[in-house]
């Protein structure tokens, strides 16, 4: 199941994983909560759904949009019957599949299980999704430790909780192997600050406070540009065309295909963003990032010195992105190029637990991921994608 861009970047190599298993017969299904931003990711992996819901309406509140996937995906899975259902992350396609899944008895596995906030507002509604989603999911894929340890505090078996590392960075390092163009007129001299915001809890004031700083930095610091691919969400686009618009050093596009914004990314000198998927991606391209809330469910980055919390407050915001522009040991400090998230070969890890598991066979055991940087690795010759498989230790650990 895909429904968003962030959905469908971590399970495209999921899914080029379990298609490779002859035994399996896979189907994709797009609920297309993003119409045109998930083409763009399944394209790029050469992915076509089997089945099309193409759910999203304008203005459309989340109690219309889960009835509308709930009834929708069950009667997809009551027609097709699988033997098992993944989804990916903690969007409202992920809770109402899992629903679905529960309903009729189908096994459901969780990628990128066990993140939380332990603030159940937020990012609203995430919190509550991936919250309401664990207890309703047989495989939990568990991308870090400290994921891993929120689903043993809820009590989920630990026979159910595989840590596979995070399926981001085996998109990230397939993609970041291309060489993309970037064709937004950006000048060279200048170092480029990349900014996204989309978080339903930074709407309203703390946009606006996040823009006017954005203003700021760029008028007391005459060496930068900033590259502002803007959410097509209209309460965020408003906003940010009102507070950025004509300024000769702010570029306003339009949401960047993944590709594309991977390549902003590595030619980016630092990254302002509300993302969670930025922060598992940047910190693998030695990339420092603020992260414009006041919680994040993904502290790894952040104990690790490579991501930083400013929230919505100005005086962060600058403080932050000053010392980043003025100060090199402070750069350095974050720009480390070490990802606590994966080794690129997660998506390897998660079909082979299904596979083994869809045929009765003893589920498979993982070494522990490795902590150094991962390296890239691309099949020769095409747009195609071929996973990682993890490593094999003499005495593999538990997972």
């Known amino acids: 199941m895909v429904g968003t ?63 509308r996937l709930l009834t929708s995906i069950d009667s997809v899975l ?36 066990g993140l939380r906030t332990g603030q159940m507002e937020t990012p609203f509604p995430e919190e509550m999704n991936r919250v309401l989603t664990s207890p309703l999911t047989r495989w ?21 909780i595989h840590l596979t590392g995070n399926t981001v960075i085996d998109a990230l390092l397939f993609t970041a192997a291309m060489e993309i163009p970037l064709d937004l ?24 406070a996040v823009c006017r700083s954005i203003r700021t930095l760029v008028q007391r610091n005459k060496g930068i540009q900033v590259l502002y691919p803007v959410h097509p969400n209209p309460s965020v686009s408003a906003v940010v065309h009102r507070e950025l618009g004509n300024h000769p050093r702010i570029i306003l596009s339009e949401p960047l295909a993944y590709g594309p914004f991977i390549a902003a990314m590595k030619r980016a000198h630092m990254i302002l963003t509300d993302s969670g998927g930025v922060q598992e991606e940047a910190p693998a391209l030695a990339k420092p990032v603020l992260v414009l809330r006041q919680e994040t469910e993904r502290p790894e980055a952040v104990e690790a010195g490579v991501v930083k919390l400013v929230g919505a407050v100005p005086e962060r915001i600058l403080q932050e ?7 090199q040991t402070a750069y350095a400090d974050m720009a480390k190029g070490v990802s606590p998230y994966g080794d690129g070969a997660a998506a390897g890890r998660i079909a082979r637990v299904v596979s ?30 071929r996973p990682q498989q993890p490593s094999r230790a003499a005495n593999p650990q538990p997972r």
Request: charged share 25%; glycine share 4%.
């Open 5 to 67: 861009r962030p959905e469908a970047i971590k399970m495209a190599p999921v899914i080029v994983a379990l298609k490779a298993d002859p035994r399996l017969d896979v189907r994709v299904l797009a609920t297309a909560q993003h119409r045109e931003m998930l083409d763009q990711v399944l394209s790029l992996f050469a992915i076509e759904p089997d089945f099309d819901l193409d759910l999203m309406r304008h203005g459309q509140t989340l109690p219309e949009l889960s009835a």
């Open 140 to 160: 939990h894929f568990a991308p870090t430790e400290s994921a891993r340890d929120n689903l043993s505090r809820m009590c989920i078996p630990s026979s159910r």
């Open 356 to 385: 083994h598991a869809l045929a009765g066979e003893e589920s498979a055991h993982f070494p522990a991921l490795p902590s150094a940087r991962p390296t890239l690795r691309r099949v020769r010759g095409g747009p195609s994608y």
């Open 321 to 327: 992105s000053e010392r980043l522009l003025r100060d």
């Open 78 to 113: 009551t027609r097709e019957q699988p033997a098992a259902v993944l989804a990916q992350g903690d969007t409202t396609t992920v809770l109402m599949t899992a629903i679905a899944a529960f309903y009729q008895r189908i096994p459901f596995g969780h990628v990128e299980a």
């Open 185 to 208: 007129g950006l000048d060279p001299r200048l170092k480029l600050v990349l900014v996204t915001t989309h978080r339903r809890e930074n709407l309203g004031a703390p946009l606006t």
